[in-house]
Protein backbone atom coordinates (compact mmCIF):
# COMPACT_ATOMS: atom_id res chain seq x y z
CA UNK A 1 0.00 0.00 0.00
CA UNK A 2 3.10 2.19 0.78
CA UNK A 3 3.87 2.64 -3.14
CA UNK A 4 0.24 3.76 -3.96
CA UNK A 5 0.81 6.97 -2.31
CA UNK A 6 2.18 8.26 -6.06
CA UNK A 7 -1.16 7.42 -7.49
CA UNK A 8 -3.03 9.30 -5.27
CA UNK A 9 -1.36 12.27 -6.63
CA UNK A 10 -3.59 13.81 -9.82
CA UNK A 11 -1.06 14.38 -12.88
CA UNK A 12 -0.79 17.84 -14.92
CA UNK A 13 -2.16 17.07 -18.28
CA UNK A 14 0.51 19.34 -19.78
CA UNK A 15 3.63 18.11 -17.94
CA UNK A 16 2.76 15.09 -16.70
CA UNK A 17 4.19 16.26 -12.86
CA UNK A 18 2.03 15.89 -10.07
CA UNK A 19 -0.42 18.45 -9.15
CA UNK A 20 1.54 20.76 -7.14
CA UNK A 21 4.69 20.07 -7.93
CA UNK A 22 7.86 22.13 -10.07
CA UNK A 23 7.47 20.63 -13.11
CA UNK A 24 11.41 22.13 -14.10
CA UNK A 25 12.30 20.92 -10.60
CA UNK A 26 10.21 17.52 -9.54
CA UNK A 27 12.94 16.26 -6.85
CA UNK A 28 12.23 19.94 -4.48
CA UNK A 29 9.49 17.82 -3.43
CA UNK A 30 11.59 14.19 -2.68
CA UNK A 31 11.66 15.29 0.34
CA UNK A 32 8.21 15.40 0.75
CA UNK A 33 7.05 12.39 -0.75
CA UNK A 34 9.12 10.14 1.49
CA UNK A 35 6.89 10.51 4.25
CA UNK A 36 4.83 8.22 2.42
CA UNK A 37 7.33 5.37 1.86
CA UNK A 38 10.12 5.75 4.09
CA UNK A 39 10.53 3.79 7.28
CA UNK A 40 8.20 5.06 10.00
CA UNK A 41 10.45 4.28 12.75
CA UNK A 42 13.50 6.38 11.22
CA UNK A 43 11.23 8.98 10.10
CA UNK A 44 9.59 10.05 13.62
CA UNK A 45 13.56 9.48 14.60
CA UNK A 46 14.81 12.20 12.19
CA UNK A 47 11.95 14.15 12.85
CA UNK A 48 11.61 13.90 16.76
CA UNK A 49 15.03 14.28 17.91
CA UNK A 50 15.47 18.03 16.36
CA UNK A 51 11.79 18.54 17.65
CA UNK A 52 11.89 17.43 21.17
CA UNK A 53 15.49 19.23 21.14
CA UNK A 54 13.81 22.36 19.50
CA UNK A 55 11.11 22.49 22.14
CA UNK A 56 13.38 21.88 24.97
CA UNK A 57 15.34 24.89 23.41
CA UNK A 58 12.15 26.97 22.98
CA UNK A 59 10.40 26.32 26.50
CA UNK A 60 14.23 27.84 27.77
CA UNK A 61 13.32 31.06 27.24
CA UNK A 62 10.75 31.11 29.97
CA UNK A 63 13.36 29.00 32.29
CA UNK A 64 16.18 31.18 31.40
CA UNK A 65 13.71 34.51 32.02
CA UNK A 66 13.33 33.07 35.83
CA UNK A 67 16.28 31.61 36.65
CA UNK A 68 18.13 35.43 35.68
CA UNK A 69 15.40 37.04 37.34
CA UNK A 70 15.42 35.20 40.63
CA UNK A 71 19.25 34.89 40.88
CA UNK A 72 18.95 38.92 40.57
CA UNK A 73 15.87 39.93 42.36
CA UNK A 74 14.90 36.64 44.13
CA UNK A 75 11.70 35.42 44.87
CA UNK A 76 9.82 38.87 43.64
CA UNK A 77 11.25 38.43 40.36
CA UNK A 78 9.51 34.38 39.91
CA UNK A 79 5.91 36.46 41.23
CA UNK A 80 6.36 39.17 38.65
CA UNK A 81 6.89 36.42 35.64
CA UNK A 82 3.55 34.26 37.59
CA UNK A 83 1.71 37.17 37.18
CA UNK A 84 2.42 38.18 33.44
CA UNK A 85 1.89 34.64 32.69
CA UNK A 86 -1.47 34.56 31.72
CA UNK A 87 -1.14 37.36 29.65
CA UNK A 88 1.68 36.16 27.75
CA UNK A 89 0.04 32.52 27.24
CA UNK A 90 -3.38 34.33 25.73
CA UNK A 91 -0.93 36.04 23.58
CA UNK A 92 0.86 32.94 22.67
CA UNK A 93 -2.60 31.11 21.87
CA UNK A 94 -3.33 33.82 19.19
CA UNK A 95 -0.01 32.65 17.50
CA UNK A 96 -0.77 29.31 17.86
CA UNK A 97 -4.24 29.38 16.27
CA UNK A 98 -2.33 31.09 13.18
CA UNK A 99 0.62 28.85 13.09
CA UNK A 100 -0.36 25.48 14.14
CA UNK A 101 -3.40 25.55 12.02
CA UNK A 102 -1.47 26.72 8.99
CA UNK A 103 0.98 24.42 9.47
CA UNK A 104 -1.37 21.49 9.75
CA UNK A 105 -3.20 22.71 6.41
CA UNK A 106 -0.03 22.82 4.77
CA UNK A 107 0.35 19.20 5.56
CA UNK A 108 -2.88 17.64 4.62
CA UNK A 109 -2.38 19.73 1.41
CA UNK A 110 1.13 17.99 0.56
CA UNK A 111 -0.06 15.16 1.50
CA UNK A 112 -2.88 15.57 -1.46
CA UNK A 113 -0.03 16.57 -3.56
CA UNK A 114 -1.21 20.20 -3.54
CA UNK A 115 2.18 22.23 -3.05
CA UNK A 116 0.42 25.46 -4.04
CA UNK A 117 -2.05 25.03 -1.31
CA UNK A 118 0.75 24.49 1.10
CA UNK A 119 2.28 27.36 0.11
CA UNK A 120 -0.72 29.55 0.13
CA UNK A 121 -1.55 28.30 3.74
CA UNK A 122 2.11 29.18 4.68
CA UNK A 123 1.52 32.50 2.92
CA UNK A 124 -1.64 33.28 4.53
CA UNK A 125 -0.01 32.81 7.75
CA UNK A 126 2.88 34.99 7.70
CA UNK A 127 -0.37 37.55 6.33
CA UNK A 128 -2.61 36.41 9.41
CA UNK A 129 0.30 37.07 12.05
CA UNK A 130 1.36 40.56 10.97
CA UNK A 131 -2.39 41.74 11.33
CA UNK A 132 -2.56 39.88 14.79
CA UNK A 133 0.64 41.45 16.41
CA UNK A 134 -0.33 44.75 15.57
CA UNK A 135 -3.55 44.58 17.09
CA UNK A 136 -1.99 42.81 20.30
CA UNK A 137 0.97 45.39 20.86
CA UNK A 138 -2.31 48.21 20.37
CA UNK A 139 -4.11 45.89 23.18
CA UNK A 140 -1.08 46.03 25.56
CA UNK A 141 -0.50 49.69 25.32
CA UNK A 142 -3.86 50.62 25.91
CA UNK A 143 -5.77 50.87 29.16
CA UNK A 144 -6.72 46.70 28.96
CA UNK A 145 -3.60 45.90 30.10
CA UNK A 146 -4.43 46.84 33.86
CA UNK A 147 -7.74 44.79 33.54
CA UNK A 148 -5.64 42.25 32.25
CA UNK A 149 -3.02 42.35 35.23
CA UNK A 150 -6.35 42.62 37.86
CA UNK A 151 -8.06 39.29 36.28
CA UNK A 152 -4.68 38.08 36.55
CA UNK A 153 -4.33 38.60 40.43
CA UNK A 154 -1.19 40.55 40.27
CA UNK A 155 -0.53 42.00 43.59
CA UNK A 156 1.57 45.43 43.99
CA UNK A 157 4.91 44.29 44.83
CA UNK A 158 4.67 43.20 41.15
CA UNK A 159 1.89 45.16 39.04
CA UNK A 160 4.54 47.35 37.63
CA UNK A 161 7.66 44.70 36.50
CA UNK A 162 4.36 42.28 35.17
CA UNK A 163 3.20 45.21 32.93
CA UNK A 164 6.51 46.40 31.76
CA UNK A 165 7.39 42.60 31.22
CA UNK A 166 4.22 42.20 28.66
CA UNK A 167 4.34 45.23 26.98
CA UNK A 168 7.65 44.95 25.73
CA UNK A 169 7.32 41.76 24.19
CA UNK A 170 4.27 42.07 22.95
CA UNK A 171 5.99 45.34 20.62
CA UNK A 172 7.62 42.47 18.99
CA UNK A 173 4.70 39.96 18.99
CA UNK A 174 5.62 39.52 15.21
CA UNK A 175 8.92 38.01 16.15
CA UNK A 176 7.10 35.32 18.45
CA UNK A 177 4.14 34.38 15.61
CA UNK A 178 7.29 33.94 12.90
CA UNK A 179 10.21 32.71 15.08
CA UNK A 180 7.69 29.76 16.87
CA UNK A 181 4.56 29.56 14.81
CA UNK A 182 6.02 29.80 11.06
CA UNK A 183 8.82 27.84 12.42
CA UNK A 184 7.14 24.62 12.38
CA UNK A 185 6.02 24.73 8.24
CA UNK A 186 10.33 24.32 7.90
CA UNK A 187 9.77 20.64 9.49
CA UNK A 188 6.83 20.15 7.65
CA UNK A 189 8.90 20.99 4.67
CA UNK A 190 11.10 17.98 5.24
CA UNK A 191 13.73 19.86 7.55
CA UNK A 192 13.38 19.27 10.89
CA UNK A 193 17.53 19.67 11.54
CA UNK A 194 17.11 23.65 9.89
CA UNK A 195 14.04 23.97 12.22
CA UNK A 196 15.82 23.15 15.23
CA UNK A 197 18.93 25.34 14.35
CA UNK A 198 16.21 28.21 13.83
CA UNK A 199 15.30 27.63 17.56
CA UNK A 200 18.83 27.12 19.10
CA UNK A 201 20.17 30.36 17.79
CA UNK A 202 17.11 32.28 19.51
CA UNK A 203 18.27 30.32 22.55
CA UNK A 204 21.84 30.95 22.71
CA UNK A 205 21.46 34.94 21.49
CA UNK A 206 18.26 35.53 24.73
CA UNK A 207 20.74 33.61 27.27
CA UNK A 208 23.65 35.77 26.04
CA UNK A 209 21.51 38.84 26.58
CA UNK A 210 19.95 37.85 30.04
CA UNK A 211 22.93 37.27 31.46
CA UNK A 212 24.16 40.74 30.03
CA UNK A 213 21.02 42.79 30.75
CA UNK A 214 19.80 41.14 33.98
CA UNK A 215 23.27 40.32 35.47
CA UNK A 216 25.87 42.96 34.44
CA UNK A 217 23.92 45.89 33.54
CA UNK A 218 20.92 44.51 36.48
CA UNK A 219 18.32 46.16 34.24
CA UNK A 220 16.05 43.55 35.92
CA UNK A 221 13.09 42.59 34.31
CA UNK A 222 13.40 45.28 31.58
CA UNK A 223 16.54 43.56 30.49
CA UNK A 224 14.53 40.35 30.62
CA UNK A 225 12.26 40.78 28.67
CA UNK A 226 14.69 42.62 25.97
CA UNK A 227 16.76 39.75 25.84
CA UNK A 228 13.56 37.58 25.36
CA UNK A 229 13.03 39.96 22.39
CA UNK A 230 16.41 39.46 21.08
CA UNK A 231 16.34 35.77 20.85
CA UNK A 232 13.47 35.58 19.27
CA UNK A 233 14.43 38.53 16.23
CA UNK A 234 17.26 36.08 15.94
CA UNK A 235 14.62 33.06 15.40
CA UNK A 236 12.34 34.87 12.91
CA UNK A 237 15.25 36.05 10.67
CA UNK A 238 16.63 32.67 10.70
CA UNK A 239 12.69 31.11 9.72
CA UNK A 240 11.98 33.75 6.95
CA UNK A 241 15.77 33.61 5.49
CA UNK A 242 14.55 30.06 4.91
CA UNK A 243 11.54 30.80 3.14
CA UNK A 244 12.56 33.45 1.17
CA UNK A 245 16.53 32.71 0.24
CA UNK A 246 17.18 29.01 0.57
CA UNK A 247 16.99 27.44 -2.99
CA UNK A 248 15.39 23.96 -3.82
CA UNK A 249 12.86 23.86 -0.58
CA UNK A 250 9.75 22.08 -0.85
CA UNK A 251 8.03 25.26 0.42
CA UNK A 252 8.64 29.38 -0.23
CA UNK A 253 7.11 32.14 0.89
CA UNK A 254 5.83 34.13 -2.27
CA UNK A 255 4.24 37.30 -1.90
CA UNK A 256 1.55 36.00 -4.70
CA UNK A 257 0.18 33.66 -2.20
CA UNK A 258 0.34 36.20 0.94
CA UNK A 259 -3.09 37.75 -0.07
CA UNK A 260 -5.92 36.25 2.18
CA UNK A 261 -8.11 33.73 0.56
CA UNK A 262 -11.34 33.32 2.45
CA UNK A 263 -11.13 28.83 2.26
CA UNK A 264 -7.68 28.78 3.25
CA UNK A 265 -8.33 31.25 6.08
CA UNK A 266 -11.05 28.69 7.45
CA UNK A 267 -9.70 25.79 7.02
CA UNK A 268 -6.53 27.39 8.70
CA UNK A 269 -8.29 28.66 11.26
CA UNK A 270 -10.44 25.44 12.14
CA UNK A 271 -6.91 23.26 12.49
CA UNK A 272 -5.27 26.14 14.54
CA UNK A 273 -8.34 25.85 17.10
CA UNK A 274 -7.17 23.03 19.10
CA UNK A 275 -3.86 24.10 19.86
CA UNK A 276 -5.52 27.92 20.58
CA UNK A 277 -7.76 26.12 22.67
CA UNK A 278 -5.25 24.53 24.61
CA UNK A 279 -3.55 27.77 24.87
CA UNK A 280 -6.73 29.63 26.34
CA UNK A 281 -7.32 27.01 28.59
CA UNK A 282 -3.86 27.44 30.35
CA UNK A 283 -4.17 31.03 30.36
CA UNK A 284 -7.89 30.45 32.23
CA UNK A 285 -5.77 28.01 34.39
CA UNK A 286 -3.52 30.27 35.52
CA UNK A 287 -5.83 33.30 36.04
CA UNK A 288 -7.68 30.93 38.27
CA UNK A 289 -4.84 29.72 39.54
CA UNK A 290 -3.25 33.30 40.40
CA UNK A 291 -6.35 34.06 42.36
CA UNK A 292 -6.68 31.19 44.19
CA UNK A 293 -2.78 31.27 44.81
CA UNK A 294 -3.34 34.72 46.74
CA UNK A 295 -6.68 33.81 48.37
CA UNK A 296 -4.64 30.57 50.08
CA UNK A 297 -1.40 32.15 49.90
CA UNK A 298 -2.85 34.83 52.46
CA UNK A 299 -3.59 31.77 54.82
CA UNK A 300 -0.46 30.07 54.55
CA UNK A 301 3.00 31.04 56.38
CA UNK A 302 5.02 31.65 53.34
CA UNK A 303 2.08 34.19 52.27
CA UNK A 304 1.02 35.34 49.13
CA UNK A 305 3.38 36.58 46.69
CA UNK A 306 5.66 33.79 48.32
CA UNK A 307 3.18 31.15 46.83
CA UNK A 308 2.71 32.99 43.30
CA UNK A 309 6.63 32.65 43.61
CA UNK A 310 7.11 28.85 44.07
CA UNK A 311 3.91 27.24 42.30
CA UNK A 312 4.98 29.69 39.48
CA UNK A 313 8.29 27.68 39.26
CA UNK A 314 6.45 24.58 40.33
CA UNK A 315 4.14 25.40 37.13
CA UNK A 316 7.47 26.95 34.59
CA UNK A 317 9.20 23.60 35.57
CA UNK A 318 6.20 21.13 34.91
CA UNK A 319 5.73 23.02 31.65
CA UNK A 320 9.35 22.62 30.95
CA UNK A 321 9.50 18.99 31.44
CA UNK A 322 6.03 18.48 28.88
CA UNK A 323 7.87 20.55 25.80
CA UNK A 324 9.68 17.65 25.18
CA UNK A 325 6.41 15.57 24.72
CA UNK A 326 5.05 18.41 22.49
CA UNK A 327 7.71 17.82 20.70
CA UNK A 328 6.84 14.53 19.62
CA UNK A 329 3.39 15.69 19.04
CA UNK A 330 4.37 18.05 16.72
CA UNK A 331 7.27 15.96 14.96
CA UNK A 332 4.72 13.37 14.00
CA UNK A 333 1.84 15.85 13.02
CA UNK A 334 3.38 16.10 9.18
CA UNK A 335 3.69 12.41 9.23
CA UNK A 336 0.08 11.91 10.47
CA UNK A 337 -1.17 15.00 8.19
CA UNK A 338 0.54 13.33 5.15
CA UNK A 339 -0.24 10.20 5.33
CA UNK A 340 -3.81 10.71 6.04
CA UNK A 341 -4.22 13.11 3.35
CA UNK A 342 -2.73 9.94 1.04
CA UNK A 343 -5.02 7.45 2.45
CA UNK A 344 -2.26 5.52 3.97
CA UNK A 345 -3.87 4.16 6.98
CA UNK A 346 -1.66 1.92 8.08
CA UNK A 347 1.03 4.41 8.19
CA UNK A 348 -1.47 6.33 10.22
CA UNK A 349 -2.03 3.70 13.13
CA UNK A 350 1.87 2.64 13.07
CA UNK A 351 2.85 6.99 13.27
CA UNK A 352 0.60 7.35 16.21
CA UNK A 353 1.58 4.66 18.03
CA UNK A 354 5.33 5.23 17.95
CA UNK A 355 4.97 8.56 18.94
CA UNK A 356 3.15 7.62 22.13
CA UNK A 357 6.00 5.26 22.77
CA UNK A 358 8.58 7.64 22.70
CA UNK A 359 6.34 10.62 24.24
CA UNK A 360 6.17 7.81 27.32
CA UNK A 361 9.46 7.06 27.15
CA UNK A 362 10.77 10.91 27.39
CA UNK A 363 7.95 11.50 30.07
CA UNK A 364 9.81 8.77 32.56
CA UNK A 365 13.18 10.07 32.12
CA UNK A 366 11.68 13.77 32.99
CA UNK A 367 9.70 12.43 35.76
CA UNK A 368 13.15 10.96 37.04
CA UNK A 369 15.21 13.29 36.74
CA UNK A 370 12.84 15.67 38.85
CA UNK A 371 12.12 13.27 41.17
CA UNK A 372 16.20 12.70 42.01
CA UNK A 373 17.12 16.37 41.75
CA UNK A 374 14.87 18.52 43.35
CA UNK A 375 16.95 20.59 45.44
CA UNK A 376 19.82 21.17 42.58
CA UNK A 377 16.25 22.01 40.34
CA UNK A 378 15.18 24.87 43.09
CA UNK A 379 18.36 26.57 43.96
CA UNK A 380 18.51 27.12 40.43
CA UNK A 381 15.53 30.04 40.41
CA UNK A 382 17.11 31.91 43.23
CA UNK A 383 14.81 30.62 46.17
CA UNK A 384 16.99 30.55 49.31
CA UNK A 385 14.37 31.17 52.12
CA UNK A 386 14.09 27.59 53.72
CA UNK A 387 10.50 26.81 54.16
CA UNK A 388 9.83 28.68 50.73
CA UNK A 389 12.62 26.14 49.24
CA UNK A 390 10.80 22.99 50.88
CA UNK A 391 7.55 23.60 49.87
CA UNK A 392 8.54 24.16 46.02
CA UNK A 393 10.38 20.54 46.28
CA UNK A 394 6.95 19.39 47.46
CA UNK A 395 5.25 21.37 45.21
CA UNK A 396 7.54 19.92 41.73
CA UNK A 397 7.28 15.96 43.26
CA UNK A 398 3.09 16.45 43.62
CA UNK A 399 2.53 17.89 40.52
CA UNK A 400 4.29 15.87 38.57
CA UNK A 401 3.40 12.71 40.18
CA UNK A 402 1.59 11.55 36.73
CA UNK A 403 4.14 12.77 34.32
CA UNK A 404 4.99 9.41 32.85
CA UNK A 405 1.11 9.10 31.54
CA UNK A 406 0.70 13.05 30.03
CA UNK A 407 2.80 11.76 26.87
CA UNK A 408 -0.15 9.74 25.59
CA UNK A 409 -2.67 12.52 26.53
CA UNK A 410 -0.58 15.19 24.50
CA UNK A 411 0.43 13.10 21.25
CA UNK A 412 -3.58 11.40 21.82
CA UNK A 413 -4.95 14.80 21.22
CA UNK A 414 -2.96 16.20 18.66
CA UNK A 415 -3.22 13.23 16.73
CA UNK A 416 -7.04 14.40 16.06
CA UNK A 417 -5.56 17.87 15.08
CA UNK A 418 -3.15 16.10 12.51
CA UNK A 419 -5.76 14.23 11.02
CA UNK A 420 -8.30 17.26 10.52
CA UNK A 421 -10.62 16.50 13.77
CA UNK A 422 -10.37 19.65 15.08
CA UNK A 423 -13.64 19.51 17.50
CA UNK A 424 -11.91 16.15 19.15
CA UNK A 425 -8.82 17.87 19.31
CA UNK A 426 -10.16 20.89 21.02
CA UNK A 427 -12.63 18.70 23.47
CA UNK A 428 -9.07 16.70 24.19
CA UNK A 429 -6.72 19.68 24.55
CA UNK A 430 -9.32 21.10 27.04
CA UNK A 431 -10.36 18.03 29.19
CA UNK A 432 -7.11 18.44 31.59
CA UNK A 433 -7.20 22.42 31.81
CA UNK A 434 -10.73 23.43 31.68
CA UNK A 435 -13.08 20.86 32.07
CA UNK A 436 -11.41 18.61 35.02
CA UNK A 437 -8.60 21.36 36.43
CA UNK A 438 -10.27 24.32 37.25
CA UNK A 439 -13.05 22.61 39.12
CA UNK A 440 -10.60 20.74 40.88
CA UNK A 441 -8.80 23.69 42.19
CA UNK A 442 -11.80 25.05 43.97
CA UNK A 443 -13.01 21.63 45.35
CA UNK A 444 -9.91 20.37 46.53
CA UNK A 445 -8.54 23.20 48.31
CA UNK A 446 -11.54 23.08 50.86
CA UNK A 447 -12.13 19.04 50.68
CA UNK A 448 -8.80 18.11 51.26
CA UNK A 449 -8.60 19.86 54.93
CA UNK A 450 -11.68 18.64 55.77
CA UNK A 451 -11.34 14.73 55.35
CA UNK A 452 -7.09 15.41 55.98
CA UNK A 453 -5.89 17.65 58.51
CA UNK A 454 -2.56 17.76 57.86
CA UNK A 455 -3.05 19.68 54.37
CA UNK A 456 -3.94 22.88 53.74
CA UNK A 457 -6.27 24.59 51.03
CA UNK A 458 -2.92 25.95 49.29
CA UNK A 459 -1.55 21.89 49.35
CA UNK A 460 -4.98 21.04 47.91
CA UNK A 461 -4.28 23.16 44.76
CA UNK A 462 -0.72 21.13 44.37
CA UNK A 463 -2.88 18.22 44.61
CA UNK A 464 -5.76 19.14 41.66
CA UNK A 465 -2.61 18.66 39.05
CA UNK A 466 -1.98 14.97 39.01
CA UNK A 467 -5.80 14.20 39.56
CA UNK A 468 -6.85 16.20 36.53
CA UNK A 469 -3.73 14.16 34.58
CA UNK A 470 -5.56 10.95 35.55
CA UNK A 471 -8.89 12.36 34.51
CA UNK A 472 -7.81 13.55 30.86
CA UNK A 473 -5.56 10.73 30.15
CA UNK A 474 -8.47 8.13 30.85
CA UNK A 475 -10.51 10.59 28.53
CA UNK A 476 -8.13 10.86 25.71
CA UNK A 477 -7.52 6.64 25.75
CA UNK A 478 -11.38 6.00 25.21
CA UNK A 479 -11.69 8.54 21.91
CA UNK A 480 -8.28 6.67 20.50
CA UNK A 481 -9.53 3.53 21.11
CA UNK A 482 -12.72 4.41 19.37
CA UNK A 483 -10.31 6.31 16.56
CA UNK A 484 -8.23 3.61 16.05
CA UNK A 485 -11.47 0.99 15.15
CA UNK A 486 -12.63 3.79 12.37
CA UNK A 487 -8.96 3.64 10.69
CA UNK A 488 -9.52 0.12 10.50
CA UNK A 489 -12.63 0.51 9.05
CA UNK A 490 -11.76 3.13 6.51
CA UNK A 491 -8.93 1.04 5.81
CA UNK A 492 -10.90 -2.15 5.12
CA UNK A 493 -13.45 0.17 2.73
CA UNK A 494 -16.35 -0.01 5.34
CA UNK A 495 -16.28 3.82 5.10
CA UNK A 496 -15.47 7.08 3.43
CA UNK A 497 -12.97 9.67 3.92
CA UNK A 498 -14.75 13.61 4.00
CA UNK A 499 -13.17 15.92 2.27
CA UNK A 500 -10.98 18.50 5.03
Not at 18 to 31: A, H, I, M, Y
Not at 159 to 184: E, H, P
Not at 236 to 247: A, D, E, N
Amino acid sequence: MEDASSDLFGADETTGAPVGQDPLNPGRDDKVNRMGTDSIPRLITEFAIPSVVGMVVNGAYNIVDSIFLGQAIGYIGQATMTAANPIMIVFMAISMLIGAGGNALAALRLGQGDRIGAERSLGNTVTLSIIISVLVAILAFSPAINGLLTLSSATPEVWDGARVFIQILSAGFILQCIGLGVNNFIRTAGAPIRALLTMVIGTVVCVLFNFLLVMVLGMGVVGSALATLAGQAASCISVLWYFIFTKNVPLKLHLRYMPLEGRTVRMLLSLGLASFAMQVGAAILNLVLNHQLVVYGDMHAIGAEAALASIGVGQRIGMFTVFPLIGVAIAIQPLLGYNYGAHLFDRVRKTLWYGIAGATIIAVFMWAVVHLFPTQIVNLFGLTDPELHDFTIFVLKVQLMLLPVVGFQIVGSNYFQATGQPAKSIFLSLTRQILFLVPLMFVLPVAMPALFPQYTGLDGLVFAMPVADFLATFTTAIFVIIEQRRINALEAGELQLGEF
